[in-house]
């Protein structure tokens, strides 16, 4: 009976994130041609994707230890996903790029809200089934929604030819979503009760090298990641494809995104962390066939390997967190996980975003570099 109840919540929780995606990441994908259109530079783009992250990752610390502190999981959820949800509509309005700027922000910064206090309480459920089934579950719960998001957006400006307009149409989902996360709420109010007593055991007094070692892999390998804004900044630039195209590509990552999760997650529960170093090794090439080829097949293929690390990050290094630290430190963990995560994408953006206008060339170095430091990173992690 337990294990069906934490199915249930995990389902549940998976369908909320479904209809969010369908709104933010519907937006998320075109948000760097739109910053385009508004006159934003290359520079520009490369800073507000960092930024938002830095938010969005950054404020993580705070909602963390606020979660963890309070116990209020639902009511930091709830609050969250409002703010990151009505953010991505009022792009309609915004007419210039410092505007839509600070909505694009916003909508990270809601995000950072809600993270570690929706992770949480997906690890909690977690827990009666396995950390990699059930982060992965969820995220491919929440992918299809990722995949259906960019297709709308898609649909919507080729027959209108406005940003606009589909920003508006994506204000439908994020009211599905809001009220799917209301019922979640009321039905299981106390999601912590699925923990189990033998979890409950380990040390809550410090958190280990081991996490340490952990949090330094996953900031290299992050920062050396390619963000999807600068990938199609650089499609909108040498003009491969036409606008409508972008979010559709967009839409083929989600979907890898959400198959290697549901391929990694029981991976995970056999092999546990031991599997970590497929996060670095597969996504090194992205930046190469992305940037150094402007051909069609190259540059697909460096969109299945950015989905295909998606999952794995969305995966194995949430379940890694779930399977280390105790359920009374989780959401700090999260937290502070998930704020190195933001600085070390918005460090990696805004490089990024400089080395483009100087040299691709430098680029690539520079994330193949960083790759590479997190792989040794990886081997000195797994002695610990």
Known sequence: MAKNKAL???TLLGLVSLFADVTYEGARGVTGPFLYTLGATAGFVGLVSGVGELFGYGFRLVAGYVADKTRKYWAITILGYFINLVSVPLLAFAGRWEIASILIVAERFGKAIRTPARDTILS?????????????LHEALDQIGAIAGPLIVAGAISTSKSYSNAFLILGIPAAISLIFLLITSAIYPKPERFESEDNKTQNANHFSKTFYLYLLFSAFTICGF???QILSFHLKKIQLVSDEVIPLMFAFAMGVDAIVALI??????????????LIPLVSAPISVFAFAFDKILPVMFSIFLWGSTMGLQETIMKSAIADIIHPEKRARAFGIFHGLYGFAWFAGSFVMGLLYEVSIY?????????????????????RT
């Open 264 to 277: 990694i997650g029981p991976i995970f529960d056999r092999f546990r962390s031991n599997i970590l170093f």
């Open 8 to 10: 249930v919540i995990i």
């Open 124 to 136: 909690y459920a977690s827990s009666k089934i396995g950390f990699g089934k059930g982060f992965g």
């Open 226 to 228: 390619p963000h999807f």
């Open 362 to 382: 430098l680029l690539i170095t520079f994330s193949l570099l960083l790759q590479a430091l997190s792989l040794i990173t990886f081997l000195q992690l797994k």
